[in-house]
Each structure stands twice: as structure tokens, then as C-alpha cells.
């Protein structure tokens, strides 16, 4: 993720009033730039960073801020750059992982207009939007809706229809989809390769905030969805020539505990052979909640076993976010 600092996006890429049907600038103003501090002990602290930057959209009049989840996990200091100058401190309420939503509570009044939902599921393939970063315009992106597909990551995550947008935002954490209206269709969360039109080009994926509505309430009282956990294993898994390769390994996770190594092949799920993520990650947590054995069979240097994995719920590994 790279950091916020002194730059801006080329004149040509940034929106304009006159093409919005909405008052662009009051819409941007929502948004606001993220710094979070992670103990050097989290669980996470070596894959993501301890101190990581991006962009958070206030989404309520009493200072609820969505943003991308791993900005904000085992945060223990939530930073909050706001359109006006002002640098306010922020709570983390929680994350989901399902999803990748995080929220935070700023720590007093902001007095900033915030920005409503939009239904994602009715954004069109090619429907002009604003991709907003904290800073107004400058930091802004004007794109279009290039796709409207599955996406799978590589850390057990899968979304059966994320929001594709070029050109791509430089600083896409937790910035803004803005759609038509003026309203929030979704929360960006990375950068990616692809093409359009038949042209490489870099693309930003964007989670939906349809997804955020039935799990919205749970997470601002309880801090996470009201919902049983996955089964995870902490397996970093990327396919290469239709095969599953596990790339890396969460410290300490249940799949290292089980014996796996990175280079390993999953072959199959449970008797159910897979040679994609997402129908890999189906596959594992179809068999029921955090906590069930899951059956691997796993090809490695020439030989063909299974190894069977205690999962475990992701939860559990990661620091409470702490009040500062």
C-alpha cells in the first residue's frame, strides 16, 4: 500500500462539477485521509505493515467512517485527516473479513456532510463514477464501471461480484466509488492488472456496499458480522498453470501446523478436486464453521498425501482494537 504524501492526479484524470449531476466537492468532502498504528507484535504486522495509510468515508452525521478493512486490523491508534486540515483521532469498531469492510468512530463532532448508500447492484457496465480520495479533487479519480465480476485473493477471500473501475486511483485503499447520483457504491481496496477495450491497463477492484447493508448494525455493536466464522486455514494461495500453489503461510496458522509448506499443490478439497481459488475456498468452507478438519490432498516434490487441517477462526489470531 503506498503512503499518502505531496502529490496529485494528472489534471486530465481528476473530475469535473460540470460532468457530475451532484455537487461534487460536498461529496468529496466525506472523504478522509486513514493513518493506523499496529503493534509490532500483531498478527498481522508482518504481512500488512504497522503503520498503514489510505482513505476512510464518512457514511453518518455522528462520525461513522467505512473504510477497507486491513487498513484498520489490530489498529491500536486510528488517525483521521479531514477536508478541512483538522486531524481528529479515530476508534476502530471492527472488521469483516467476509466482505473487507472495516469501520471506525471518530473520537468527537466532525461536522461534515456524509455520504449515503447507493444500491451497487444497479451500477451498468461503462456508468461514469468518481473514484474519491481524501484531499478533493486533486486526489480524485473521474473512471467508468470496466467490470462486474467474481474475485478471489489469494488470502482466502472470495466476493461473487466485485465493481472493476479504470483508470485506476494511485492510492485505492478505502477511497470512494461514487456512482451518478452522488452516493457510495463501494469502498476500493486494490490494485490491479488487467485490460480494457483490449488495452493493459491498470484496474481498481472495489467492494460493493450492497454487501455492507445486512451485516451494517452487527458491526457497529458488536464489532463483527452475527454470523459463525469460516473455516480458515492461513494458507496464501495463487493458481499457476491450473494449479493451486501455496504461495505463503500465516505464522503459526493451522495450516503451518498441519505440516504444509509453501511450494505445495492443493489438488484436492475434500475429495472434490479444484484447480481455482475461488471453488478451492468454496469447497472449505462448505464444510461447515471455524473449528471443522478439513481433508487436503496436497502434492509435493513427486508425492501425493493428504493432510488433514484443524481450521480455525481468523478472529482469534488478531489483537482487540483498543481505545487510545
Not at 130 to 135: D, E, K, N
Not at 237 to 265: F, M, Y
Amino acid at each position: 500500500m503506498p503512503s499518502l504524501g505531496d502529490w496529485t492526479v494528472p489534471p486530465a484524470a481528476q473530475p469535473r462539477p460540470d460532468d457530475c449531476a451532484y455537487d461534487l466537492d460536498r461529496a468529496l468532502s466525506a472523504i478522509m485521509g486513514l493513518r493506523a498504528v499496529i503493534p509490532a507484535d500483531a498478527f498481522t504486522a508482518d504481512i500488512l505493515g504497522t503503520e498503514r495509510v489510505g482513505n476512510g468515508v464518512l457514511i453518518r452525521e455522528d462520525g461513522i467512517v467505512l473504510t477497507i478493512g486491513y487498513l484498520i486490523t489490530e489498529a491500536e491508534e486510528v488517525w483521521l485527516t479531514l477536508a478541512d486540515g483538522r486531524v481528529v483521532p479515530g476508534h476502530a469498531i471492527g472488521f469483516d473479513y467476509e466482505t473487507g469492510f472495516g469501520l471506525v468512530q471518530t473520537m468527537g463532532r466532525i461536522d461534515l456532510p456524509p455520504l449515503a448508500f447507493d444500491q451497487s447492484s444497479s451500477a451498468q457496465l461503462g456508468e461514469r463514477v468518481v473514484l474519491g480520495g481524501a484531499g478533493g479533487r486533486t486526489h480524485s479519480v473521474a473512471a467508468r464501471i470496466v467490470g462486474k465480476q467474481e474475485f478471489a485473493g489469494y488470502w482466502e477471500y472470495v466476493l461473487d461480484e466485485a465493481i472493476f473501475t479504470a483508470p485506476a486511483h494511485p492510492h485505492w485503499g478505502g477511497t470512494a466509488l461514487i456512482g451518478p447520483a452522488g452516493d457510495l457504491l463501494g469502498i476500493g481496496s486494490l490494485q490491479l492488472e488487467g485490460s480494457h477495450d483490449g488495452r493493459p491497463e491498470l484496474l481498481n477492484m472495489v467492494v460493493p456496499i450492497d454487501l455492507l447493508r445486512p451485516i451494517y448494525d452487527d458491526m457497529l455493536k458488536l464489532g463483527l458480522a452475527n454470523r459463525p466464522p469460516r473455516p480458515w486455514l492461513g494458507i496464501y494461495c495463487i493458481e499457476v498453470e491450473n494449479r493451486i500453489v501455496i504461495a505463503g503461510l500465516a505464522k503459526g496458522g493451522p495450516a503451518q501446523r498441519a505440516g504444509l509448506q509453501t511450494g505445495d499443490l492443493v489438488l484436492a478439497v475434500a475429495g472434490t478436486e479444484v484447480s481455482e481459488l475461488a471453488p478451492c475456498f468454496r469447497k472449505i468452507w462448505s464444510l461447515g464453521h471455524a473449528g471443522v478438519e478439513v481433508p487436503l490432498l496436497i502434492w509435493r516434490e513427486g508425492d501425493t498425501f493428504e493432510v488433514r487441517v484443524n481450521s480455525g477462526d481468523r478472529n482469534r489470531y488478531l489483537k482487540a482494537p483498543r481505545i487510545h
